[in-house]
């Protein structure tokens, strides 16, 4: 499993503008493992010669999968919830996958001494498979923000707007947008 990441912010010149913008690539693939195979009843399943059935997998478990979709990556997407049919079951459910992509591109201006705005361009998905990876199946959201500068840090409020809402295979269309309430900065 790897995570590779790279970040960039520059000021516009002669301007109070900050551009940032950042890319993330995660890649992972399981390890072989043979599991015997169990029927409805919890049994294991044997051949005629009263041998186990066993199956050959190389599934990652759910905590080492990638999730993406939230306030720190595509933010048009609730926590997690950025996937096609192969990350995400018919009910909107994360299921993650065994790589992420993710780009975000943010224009930071200043409104006040102690308020900031943003707009922003965010894209990315989860791939099921590694060998997936297609930037023709990457999903973007668009958005605006502020960041109010507090004692503790950025206060950040962002919402983003799905570019491609899609249906789910439940037959519910995703929402539109999603709404963030945070403290840091995005990226």
Known sequence: KTFSQGFVYRQVPGTRLVLAGGVRLGLATGFE?????VGDDGWPLVDPDGQPLIDTVRDLPASERFYAGGDTTVRGFTLDRLGDAD????????TGGDAVLITNAELRFPVTRTLGGVVFLDAGN???RVRQVDLGRVRAAAGFGLRYKSPIGPLRL???FKLDPQVLGNGQRERRYA???SIGQAF
């Open 87 to 94: 990350t995400i079951d018919p009910d909107g459910f994360p």
């Open 179 to 181: 709404l963030h309430l």
């Open 126 to 128: 989860v791939f099921a």
């Open 33 to 37: 493992r043979s599991v015997p195979r």
């Open 158 to 160: 962002d919402v983003g």
